[in-house]
């Protein structure tokens, strides 16, 4: 029932801007936060950013102050504006929904690859 859809993805140049959105749809549940995750080639899923149903927000180190977590409590829809992208961003990137209980419900990730 509960679905996570990413848009946004692609291939830019280092230095270059993309933004992320991800579209939660058959959410029944008080949802606890947002956030977006992302995995490298050979790497552990880690957290990029999120953001609570409070509005507040936590960056991993590597992206403050290039990337910025955004959301819409409307319409279930998170966002992330990644600025002076890098090499060292390439991933797939996964939008992750956190209920009130805990439970977690992920997108199936959308690829961003930065060239130098």
């Known amino acids: 029932q509960v679905q996570l859809v990413e848009s946004g993805g692609g291939l830019v140049q280092a230095g270059g801007s993309l933004r992320l959105s991800c579209a939660a749809s058959?959410?029944?549940?008080?949802?606890?936060?947002m956030g977006w995750y992302r995995q490298a080639p050979g790497r552990q899923r880690e957290l990029v950013a999120a953001i609570s149903s409070g509005g507040s927000t936590n960056y991993a180190d590597s992206v403050k102050g290039r990337f910025t977590i955004s959301r819409d409590s409307a319409t279930n829809t998170v966002y992330l504006q990644m600025n002076s992208l890098k090499p060292e961003d390439t991933a797939v990137y996964y939008c992750n929904v956190k209920s009130w209980r805990l439970s977690n419900y992920w997108g199936q990730g959308t690829q961003v690859t930065v060239s130098s």
């Open positions: 058959g959410i029944s549940f008080n949802i606890n936060a």
